[in-house]
């Protein structure tokens, strides 16, 4: 009697299979520790920049504050600009202290740069470096 040739086996179960590069080098097991330390990356990265950006609103919202309250102080004293944020605080315009999110005072410069009727209120940033270039204006 003739042997029947064994047909070669076609559907593989994924753990019948021979592996892949992962199973052949032994890494298998390091592979979902490599993707939990890539998403730990991941996460810490998209947390620092929205530390930056909570900080950058914050300011914006201060920054915001302050110009309404150097608004009313302006119109009640003829256009004349203050000579510091302090004496807009002192006379009542001013219900918070005016730092930003980074806890540095905000700078007002009269007459301002872009409109010489004016003012410019700026906070020096994240790094503190006046005029630098992550300033918020």
Not at 110 to 131: M, N, Q
Request: hydrophobic share 35%; with cysteine.
């Amino acid at each position: 009697m003739a042997r029947r040739r064994q047909r070669e086996q076609t559907i593989f179960f994924p753990w019948e299979r021979g592996g892949g590069f992962w199973r052949r080098s032994g890494l298998s097991r390091a592979r979902p520790f490599a993707a939990g330390l890539a998403m730990a990356l991941l996460l810490l990265l998209l947390g620092a920049r929205e530390r930056d950006r909570v900080g950058e609103r914050s300011t914006r919202a201060t920054m915001e504050v302050v110009h309404r309250a150097v608004e009313m102080y302006r119109a009640d004293n003829g256009r004349t600009c203050p000579t510091s944020l302090a004496e807009v605080r002192e006379k009542g315009y001013l219900p918070i202290d005016p730092v930003d999110a980074w806890g540095r005072p905000l700078r007002l410069t009269c007459p301002g740069r872009r409109d010489a009727e004016g003012y410019d209120l700026t906070s020096d940033g994240p790094d503190g470096v006046i005029g630098g270039l992550d300033r918020v204006e």
